[in-house]
């Protein structure tokens, strides 16, 4: 297997509900304008509670600072675990369960965050910079590694790294168990030719920004049994998008790819309640659940692993989710409430 | 798909009909203009060539990339892949065939829908059909589909789980459940399978180039690169693949995959498409976004495989079908160089055919040959047309070289003869220098050694020294009446006169002869104006009336007599008066001059002398007559720089062979190239410097390596011998000695102790009596010479049966005879070896040994001596 590290220098952001209005020119022409704005990697995922944007350098350029943008500080770069052709697995199940044991458990015991960013296309793990170096020294043995660096990739090995090289302090730390919410919303992940996104504008710009606007019949988001959740992400000219089967019938059915088989997917929210996330960047000693913990993403992956079903996961500023089968919700509840109870992971 | 570019392709099996796809699908059939097929509603693609359109199919929305089945039949079955990834086979215009009905708006659809970027049907199973996918997370981009496969649900996964229309599972049509599946988590950009192979498959990844074995579908070849749309392969070598990013196309060899084997140079646009072209190898055309023009790499000379050192040729240029856009282009599948062109917008089409570079050879005779294409053209000397236009120099000097042009060192003047005789300056040149020996060869017999070295020196010279001229009027011959008209004399205008062919020698002026002689070669007009000259009216006359009842003479010959015979010196007599005005409407120049010489003043001969047409040596003759001490030199030196200046041989007489003479056959080696006549001419001046002049080695050195060239190898031979004698410092030094094994001295040089060191073999066995002159030891320390490796014998023993020619040499016991047959079997005795073996013997053995074998005749070696001389199997091309 191998594992690349993309050529993009990512920022993550948030962008408060009742502070979009200021932003909409700027995101507007990230997503339709992809060739005047020069952005590479581009992605958008609404919440009830905010609008999670990660994004490359070029197209941070494009969002005005402002109190309704939050930054986390780093620098995450995005790697990419590319099966090298070895279509030998028997395994049946796709997205972040295939990498959990080999990626996501590795890293979550050396203490590195990760934020996972789930596509139609691929799964990105995104990683800080700075922690770079534990990253390549914890992975180089289960992969080859490769950068990319102006369109080639180099391999990469961990002695070229070692100056930056430092563990992260803590030992496993004490796994902070967060609720899970299950909203009853059934959603699906889609593709959409790019040259087509003029087709569906107007219908992205009303899900995207006018999802709070009062719809006949439809409840706020504030109902726990449904919640609104939208992703949008243009990353390398490939479009994802995730989206209830509400937002979908928005949409012309004949332009949005997906599986024939139509497949719906479950969400497991991790972090019962929004947690007020926003306001603890200005108290760095206070840990984030999503971004600074680790192991959250382990905490779910690697049961769904052990039990073979497969996974969407998408990070947020303040939450993770994970997508599962709908047919496999049932036993991926059971089993994480199970999971639960053994503090073992 | 509005908006996206549109593509062509080429019917695989109808060499006149094509596909453009864009919005929709469009048939059209190609056709010369005005061919009743094309006529009605025919788009014009070409001054020669239009296309109708046959057929329309707009059934299959949002297509991505057309491919046309490979097979005869169904003849016109295309698969679309479309931007949701399925792949639909539809056809274009009326098929009457049940397979292609059964195929027809079959659907391939794979698990998850993204955008289908590639189609190739195999070549050799052509149920297979490949698609390249965009990526998806969980799924499979490369997707071979068996077009015969029947939708089967319990095949496929969970049939529950479909949830299909329902229109698309009752019609049966849809597929599901690809054959292979190959290329998961990536990208497919382009596919094409590989000749090598039915079940190779070439892939452009996402940042890789893949080889997909399906006989063992988990191992796969790939390398990582940027380079991974468009690939292709090269149909003229299945292992040469073409791949391109953004503006740079890379060359691959499949043996060698690590990386490119080339790149070409990046062109600041980005490629859309490039094609091999398949009816000319090595011939690359590459498009560029927004462009107009097509790029074309030849890489027919490049090396295949490139070596790691070597710079690969690639000769690029660039070809312009319209003025407008190109969309995209198809090279035609066999028409040559062929390709149709449509543009960016509003689909108009152009046929266009690549005009090929064309190459460009000279033979060594004359003949000119150039490719171009598959054709090949020669360009000869017309055989027949001889008359109409005069031969290129080089066919001359070659049949002069056959002719033994030169070579006639006793009559000169026969060597204009053997140039052909036909032309006048060649004619004049042989003369004057035959004029010149003939005179030499007198003056040594009169032992008047002052005299030889001016006479080559050129009439220029010699009149400059000219003392003691008299001057006296002499009488019309047949006439008392006396005549103004002064003539000069002195020995040097007399040698002058000589030198012209006028009079012969001697000290009196008699041209008689010559003028016998002009009689007998019909030079009427000529020889009239020589008996005038001499002042000799009456015999004019008569020679014109002889020249006029001459057969085939010409009758005006006797108006012009009788005109000469109204002759009065009268000033201003009527007859004065009308032949100076009405001589200049005579054609002939004789004649011409001859009326002016009459009408003249004394001493102003203008109308004689510039008279450009009478040729040089009788105005240079005329002027040693009539002219004074002081006009003739002026009138000399005037009349050399004007030969000098065109380059007229006949100016020779002049400058003779002096530097004065090597300007002059310059300016005429500038104008004609005729080397061969300047290298005989310059040699007969050797007594003098010229052959020493830089340009005469030139010149010689040339015309040595032209004989060379036509492989005239025994003419370059008797030209060196013929140099070496007249210019004895070019005669070349004994190059080649034979040492005695053992005491290492020459065996040659030691025992004869001749100053003529080349004639050193000819003591072994050639010259004098066999038994007299057989040396078979070392003079030197009178150990044996080494043995010939055929008979056995130590050399310096005479060939006594010589296979080649029949011929002993122990008859010859009497002088040599320098015949062809004795020279011959003198060589028959010389020492040869070869000089990677060291094995050798008599050049006759040797010889016949090789006529019938490769290896070197001394059992156990296998020195394939004869293959090492690389001139050893060209033949003279002038042998006898």
Request: net charge neutral; hydrophobic share 35%.
């Amino acid at each position: 297997m191998d594992l690349h590290i993309l050529d993009h220098r990512l920022r993550v952001t948030s962008i408060c509900k009742n502070g979009l209005v200021n932003f909409t020119h700027p995101l507007i022409k990230l997503i339709f304008l992809r060739n005047r704005a020069r952005c590479k990697f581009f992605s958008l995922t609404e919440t009830p509670e905010n609008y999670t944007v990660v994004l490359d350098e070029e197209g941070f350029k494009e969002l005005q600072p402002s109190e309704h943008l939050l930054v986390e500080s780093s620098v995450w770069l995005p790697l990419n675990v590319v099966s090298n052709g070895n279509s030998s697995s028997s395994s049946q199940a796709v997205g972040v369960t295939k990498i959990a044991k080999s990626v996501i458990a590795p890293l979550a015991q050396q203490h590195v965050s990760v934020f996972m960013l789930s596509t139609y296309q691929t799964d990105f793990i995104l990683v800080r910079e700075k922690d770079l170096a534990v990253v390549i020294n914890t992975l180089e043995e289960e992969f080859n590694i490769y950068r990319e660096v102006g369109g080639e990739y180099s391999a990469v090995l961990s002695q070229d790294v070692h100056n930056g090289f430092q563990k992260n302090g803590k030992e496993a730390p004490q796994l902070t168990v967060h609720p899970l919410l299950i909203p009853q919303n059934q959603f699906c992940v889609m593709s959409l030719d790019p040259d087509t996104l003029p087709a569906i504008a107007t219908t992205l710009i009303d899900v995207l920004f006018y999802s709070d606007s009062p719809k006949e019949g439809a409840l706020p988001s504030q109902d726990l049994d449904c919640i609104k959740f939208f992703s949008f992400s243009l990353i390398d000219g490939y479009v994802s998008l995730v989206m209830d089967t509400e937002a979908q019938r928005q949409f012309p059915a004949d332009l949005l790819f997906t599986s024939s088989s139509r497949e719906l997917w479950r969400m497991v929210r991790i972090g019962g309640q929004p947690l007020g996330f926003g306001k603890l960047p200005f108290n760095p000693s206070s840990e984030r659940p999503t971004i600074n913990e680790c192991g959250i993403v382990a905490q779910i992956s690697q049961p769904l692993a052990d039990n073979d079903i497969s996974a969407y996961y998408i990070s947020t500023f303040s939450f993770d989710h994970a997508l599962v089968p709908e047919e496999d919700i049932v036993s991926v509840t059971e089993m994480l409430r199970q999971h639960r109870k053994e503090p073992a992971c | 798909m509005s908006g996206s570019k549109p593509d062509i392709l080429w019917s695989p099996h109808h060499a006149d009909r094509y596909v453009i796809c864009d919005s929709e699908l469009g048939l059209y059939r190609i056709g010369p203009v005005g061919c009743s097929e094309t006529k009605a509603g025919a788009l014009p693609l070409s001054v020669e060539t239009a296309a109708t359109l046959l057929a329309i199919n707009s059934d299959t929305p949002y297509m991505k990339c057309v491919a046309w089945y490979p097979k005869h039949e169904p003849e016109c079955l295309l698969a679309v892949g479309q931007a949701n990834g399925r792949v639909v086979l539809t056809s274009l215009g009326q098929s009457h065939n049940s397979k292609c009905k059964e195929l027809m708006g079959k659907e391939f659809v794979p698990k998850h829908a993204r955008q289908c970027n590639t189609l190739a049907w195999n070549p050799v199973d052509s149920n297979w059909l490949a698609a390249g996918l965009d990526k998806h997370r969980a799924d499979f981009s490369v997707l071979i589909w068996d077009i015969s496969s029947k939708f089967s649900p319990e095949a496929s996964v969970a049939a529950e789980k479909i949830r299909l229309s329902s229109g698309d599972t009752d019609s049966g049509l849809v597929v599901t459940k690809p054959l292979y599946e190959l290329g998961q988590n990536d990208a497919c950009l382009s596919l094409c399978w590989l000749p090598r192979d039915q079940k190779l498959l070439l892939a452009g990844m996402h940042r890789n180039l893949a080889i997909f074995d399906l006989r063992n579908t988990s191992q796969k070849t790939f390398v990582n690169t940027k380079a991974i749309q468009g690939v292709t392969v090269d149909p003229h070598f299945p292992d040469r693949v073409a791949s391109f990013f953004e503006g740079q196309v890379a060359i691959w060899d499949l043996r060698k995959f690590e990386k490119p084997v080339l790149t070409l140079t990046e062109q600041p646009k980005p490629l859309t498409k490039v094609a091999w072209c398949p009816t000319r190898m090595g011939l690359l055309a590459t498009l560029t976004r927004d462009s107009n023009i097509i790029r074309l790499y030849d890489m027919q000379h490049t090396p295949t495989p490139i070596g790691d050192e070597t710079e690969p040729t690639i000769i690029e240029r660039s070809v312009q079908p319209s003025n407008s856009l190109i969309g995209s282009f198809a090279w035609h599948p066999t028409s040559q160089n062929r390709m149709v062109v449509v543009s960016a917008a509003n689909r108009v089409m152009t046929d266009f055919t690549v005009f090929e570079r064309i190459s460009l050879a000279w033979s060594s005779t004359t003949s000119l040959m150039w490719a171009c294409g598959r054709h090949l053209y020669e360009c000869a000397e017309g055989v027949g047309g001889e008359g109409t236009v005069e031969k290129d120099i080089a066919t001359k000097m070659r049949q002069r070289a056959q002719s033994r042009y030169g070579h006639d060192t006793v009559q000169v003047w026969k060597n204009h003869l053997l140039a052909g005789g036909d032309d006048p300056q060649l004619k004049s040149l042989w003369y004057t220098l035959f004029f010149m020996k003939q005179y030499t060869e007198d003056v040594e017999q009169k032992q008047q050694g002052s005299k030889q070295a001016l006479v080559y020196s050129g009439i220029k010279n010699i009149v400059k020294s000219s003392s003691g001229t008299t001057e006296n009027r002499r009488c019309w011959s047949g006439s008392d009446r006396q005549t103004d008209v002064p003539r000069f004399h002195s020995e040097e205008r007399s040698l002058a006169l000589r030198l012209c062919g006028w009079i012969n020698r001697g000290p009196d002026i008699n041209v008689e002869p010559f003028l016998r002689s002009l009689e007998g070669e019909g030079e009427w007009e000529r020889a009239a104006a020589v008996a005038l000259f001499n002042l000799d009216i009456r015999r004019a006359i008569q020679i014109l009336n002889k020249g006029a009842s001459a057969e085939r003479g010409d009758l005006n010959l006797n108006v012009v007599a009788m005109a000469l015979s109204g002759y009065t010196d009268e000033k201003s007599s009527l007859w004065r008066e009308m032949c100076s005005s009405l001589r200049l409407q005579l054609k002939n120049p004789y004649l011409c001059v001859m009326f002016a010489f009459l009408t003249s003043e004394p001493g102003t001969y203008d109308g004689v002398l510039y008279e450009s047409s009478v040729a040089v040596t009788d105005r240079v003759a005329f002027a040693c007559m009539f002219l004074n001490d002081s006009q003739l030199p002026r009138y000399m030196e005037k009349l050399t720089s004007e030969m000098k200046e065109v380059g007229n041989l006949e100016g020779i007489l002049l400058t003779g062979l002096t530097k004065d003479g090597v300007d002059l056959m310059e300016s005429y080696v500038d104008r004609t190239g005729d080397v061969q006549t300047a290298s005989f001419c310059m040699l007969k001046g050797s007594p003098g410097e010229v052959v020493k002049d830089p340009r005469v080695q030139c010149w010689i050195e040339n015309y040595r390596n032209l004989l060379d060239a036509w492989r005239f190898w025994h003419k370059r031979a008797e030209f060196d011998i013929h140099r070496s004698k007249l210019d004895p410092s070019s005669k070349p030094l004994a190059q080649v000695f034979v040492s005695c094994n053992f005491c290492g001295k020459s065996i040659s040089y030691s025992c004869s102790a001749m100053p003529h060191q080349g004639r050193g073999f000819s003591q072994y066995g050639v010259s004098g009596s066999p038994t007299k002159s057989k040396v078979t030891s070392c003079p030197g320390c009178r150990k044996p010479l080494p043995r010939c490796a055929l008979c056995l014998m130590n050399m310096g023993t005479p060939v006594s049966n010589c296979p080649g020619t029949g011929h002993g040499t122990g008859k010859s016991d009497e002088k040599v005879d320098l015949t062809r047959e004795n020279k011959l079997a003198q060589f028959n005795n010389w020492f040869t070896w070869c000089h990677n073996c060291r094995h050798g013997g008599h050049a006759g053995h040797i010889l016949s040994w090789f006529r019938d074998h490769t290896e070197c005749p001394v059992s156990a070696c296998t020195c394939k001596c004869m293959q090492l001389d690389t001139t050893g199997n060209l033949v003279p091309s002038d042998s006898h």
